[in-house]
């Protein structure tokens, strides 16, 4: 059995024989006080200034005892590197006995990311228990399924009960509403020894709106130089002694080694502000590669609209020298407009040629590469990207954002016809990119993922006026008594709605979705992924033909060749010469000449010569 901790500046530290070191970051604050809670007594021990902008004091406490900080003799928070907080986000820090927990998966090295096939879930909707444990015990399904990493969505402590988890103030917390620590932990453990990584969503480019008490008593924080859609930006470059950007860099590294995770996704990054060098994210980065990523597999993986792919560059040895992959809106978004025919909002973008866009985002990774985007009134949007492999690109059909910022939550299976959703799923599982699922996707759930939180009465009303006023600028919602069906967001009902029914697995068309998922899984696992290592870039090929017929090559790590014939439209495509090789999926294609029926998708593979 191991003990893992991770020593860092923040947060309590044991120092032995009851008595633990705390410290709290507050170069502004005139005076600091511990305040020890026990039973409905409160001690309060003034701290001392050390030199950085820190306050101190060693004192003896009970190893699950509660504790805070006074400032200026006025104002209680928490601790902004609690580890956790029983009694959410406005209560006292609980102090965590580290060392208690024992791991038995020591022998756990991770996984390379070839073999990725990522499940995004949302703790709280995942299962009815709606917790760590809920999760758990449904880990056979996921083994079943094919399933070699979840992604949970964020889990630092945020408002409430109920929250997607970007709201979060709180971020080494995991959220109490989950569980305790060491129920993440056994999660963590439980995967591992199914052969399962676990990958988690950190929110480095804002803090939410309720219970962050940073702005109070350190605005050092933050700076206002740099406006953001939540105010003031995180101040990564205007702090001189660095602490900002230490008390993130250790939050990632804290998660990697006390909660032995494989990965990160780290949300929305061209919404954080750095104009230093290095980049936060590459300083992070290059703090995890140097120091756990040095003796296991971890993957480090984005969300940038922007699409800057100087983040995913690889060394000469071909491993990634920042991160691993970025989520490919570009991939989604061509796979979604030529499912649904929708072309409203950001989907402009991809109506005039989404099959195009979707042929150079299976052989280059973006769709959009310096090039003018309508929606954003003809702005230049990101950078090239054919010289990089595709496995620095995750494609997905669903993802927490896709379903649920719209306004009634609808999964693309209540949006797309059934023979046209399982084209595009087969091409998502069996092209070389990594792929992702939404949680419920593999058999067709019909609960919606809406959108929901638990804020406090200050807010309540704001959030559920502000959601519909947001959706107030589209034509099919212009007539306000629309707009008043669109659930609020703060009402338990809407998040109860949108927790995921397991007994539909029990009966059709469920069970044949998961099937239908299973399958496609097992063929990626035994024809693809084991020929991806060493798969260059730059040696993919793409054609079009007329009636929206997509073929694809692609040589693979091992010199095979991969051929995809996608028709994803409603006429037959015109006759097409038939790829060499095996057929793994799609009907029989023995003749020499083919006419790929509508919603028709044919993957070979050839044998390297």
Not at 243 to 265: C, P
Request: glycine share 8%; net charge negative.
């Amino acid at each position: 059995m191991v003990k893992r901790m991770h020593q860092m500046p923040f947060g309590p530290q044991d120092v032995g024989n009851g008595r633990y070191r705390f410290r709290l970051w507050a170069p502004s604050c005139r005076k600091v006080d511990l305040c020890l809670f026990q039973a409905d007594s409160e001690t309060l021990l003034p701290m001392h200034p050390v030199p950085g902008g820190w306050h101190q004091r060693e004192a003896e406490a009970s190893p699950e005892g509660l504790y805070a900080y006074r400032i200026d003799e006025e104002l209680r928070v928490p601790d902004p590197a609690s580890r956790f907080q029983p009694q959410d986000v406005h209560g006292p820090s609980q102090l965590v006995d580290i060392t208690g927990w024992s791991w038995t998966d020591d022998r756990w090295t991770g996984r390379p990311w070839e073999e990725t096939v990522l499940y995004e879930l949302h703790v709280g909707t995942f299962s009815p228990e709606g917790t760590y444990a809920g999760v758990e015990q449904r880990l056979a399904h996921l083994v079943a399924l094919g399933i070699t990493a979840i992604e949970l969505m964020p889990v630092s402590d945020f408002p409430g009960k109920r929250n997607w988890g970007y709201d979060g103030v709180l971020p080494f917390a995991p959220d109490a509403s989950y569980g305790k620590p060491e129920d993440l932990k056994r999660l963590v453990q439980a995967c591992h020894h199914r052969g399962i990584m676990v990958f988690m969503d950190v929110v480095y480019n804002h803090f939410g709106p309720e219970g962050n008490y940073l702005h109070a008593y350190c605005p050092e924080f933050f700076n206002k130089r740099h406006e953001t859609p939540w105010g003031a930006a995180i101040n990564f470059d205007a702090d001189p002694t660095g602490t900002v950007r230490e008390f993130f860099i250790q939050n990632a590294l804290y998660w990697l080694e006390e909660y032995h995770l494989d990965g990160l996704r780290f949300d929305a990054v061209h919404a954080i502000a750095d104009d230093s060098s290095p980049h936060i994210l590459e300083e992070i980065a290059e703090r995890v590669n140097s120091g756990p990523g040095l003796h296991r597999h971890i993957h480090l993986v984005l969300e940038n609209d922007h699409n800057e792919s100087r983040f995913l560059a690889r060394k000469g040895t071909g491993q990634p020298e920042f991160y691993v992959a970025q989520w490919n809106d570009d991939i989604h978004h061509a796979l979604h407009v030529l499912g649904t025919g929708e072309v409203g909002g950001y989907y402009k973008d991809y109506a005039k040629d989404p099959l195009g866009q979707l042929g150079r985002c299976l052989t280059e990774g973006f769709a959009y590469q310096n090039d003018p985007s309508p929606y954003r009134n003809g702005a230049l949007r990101g950078e090239p990207s054919a010289h990089l492999p595709l496995s620095a690109f995750v494609s997905f059909i669903q993802n927490h954002d896709q379903v649920g910022n719209r306004a009634f939550g609808e999964r693309i299976s209540a949006l797309a016809p059934q023979e046209v959703l399982r084209s595009l799923t087969a091409v998502m599982l069996l092209a070389p990119s990594p792929p992702l699922l939404f949680m419920g996707q593999e058999w067709g759930a019909d609960q919606p993922f809406l959108f929901f939180c638990d804020f406090g009465d200050d807010l309540r009303h704001a959030v559920a006026e502000g959601r519909r006023r947001e959706f107030a600028r589209f034509p099919e919602f212009a007539d306000p008594r629309v707009r008043e069906r669109i659930p609020d967001p703060v009402e338990t009902a809407t998040f109860k709605a949108s927790v995921l029914e397991w007994d539909a697995l029990n009966r059709e068309p469920h069970l044949s979705w998961f099937r239908f998922h299973q399958h496609l899984l097992a063929l990626r696992r035994q024809e693809i992924i084991p020929r991806l290592t060493g798969m260059r870039a730059g040696l993919a090929k793409r054609r079009l033909y007329r009636h929206r017929l997509l073929c694809v090559q692609w040589t693979l790590g091992d010199g095979a060749v991969l051929h995809l014939m996608a028709n994803l439209g409603p006429a037959p495509g015109e006759p097409v010469k038939r790829p060499a090789g095996r057929l793994i999926f799609g009907p029989e294609a023995s003749a020499d000449t083919l006419s790929p029926a509508p919603w028709t998708v044919q993957v070979f593979v050839e044998e390297a010569r």
